[in-house]
């Protein structure tokens, strides 16, 4: 698909069918966030297929944004294997993992699979849940799957503002 079309056709999802996604799909969608950029290449992240019964029962457990999605993905990074930038507090683990997870969700859509960005959930809880290492923090959760039949983008997704309110050039 065209990559203008991958970004403009690219929603979330809130209603999912019971279809599962394909283990190569899914791993086409996981090379694309393997090749993300990383601050120093230090790759960082940790990618969580979830897709058990177990392992999504857990997941609603801390969120009601799964919306049925056979497959979660849960993006991870490693606390202790971050770049601290110079003249800042600041490190990579949060903006690499979101490079990442930005990759998997365009990535998806390419692959005609649909997919919601979730942070409305208890990463502590998770981490927890599904015994991650301590070093580990989720940055977010990718639900992907396949829209139930009749289901659209919210009536609010092709609003958006002109450029000129969201740029300025100088």
Not at 37 to 61: C, R
Not at 87 to 98: I, N, Q, V
Not at 139 to 157: K, S, T, V, W
């Amino acid at each position: 698909m065209d990559f203008s079309e991958v970004v403009k056709n690219r929603y979330s999802c809130k209603k999912y069918s019971d279809r599962p996604v394909k283990k190569e799909i899914i791993e086409k969608i996981l090379e694309a966030g393997r090749l993300a950029p990383t601050a120093k290449n230090l790759q960082e992240q940790h990618i969580y297929v979830l897709t058990s019964p177990e392992s999504l029962a857990k997941v609603d457990k801390v969120t009601p944004c799964r919306y049925g999605a056979t497959t979660v993905l849960a993006v991870a990074y490693d606390k202790n294997n971050v770049f601290t930038y110079p003249r800042s507090k600041r490190t990579s683990g949060l903006e690499d993992a979101t490079i990442v997870a930005t990759h998997l969700c365009l990535a998806a859509a390419n692959e005609k699979v649909d997919s919601c960005w979730i942070n409305n959930f208890d990463a502590d809880e998770l981490i927890k849940e599904l015994g991650l290492p301590e070093n580990e923090d989720i940055l977010m959760l990718l639900d992907l799957g396949y829209a139930a039949e009749g289901f659209e983008p919210l009536a609010n997704h092709y609003s958006r503002k002109p450029l000129s309110e969201t740029v300025t050039w100088r």
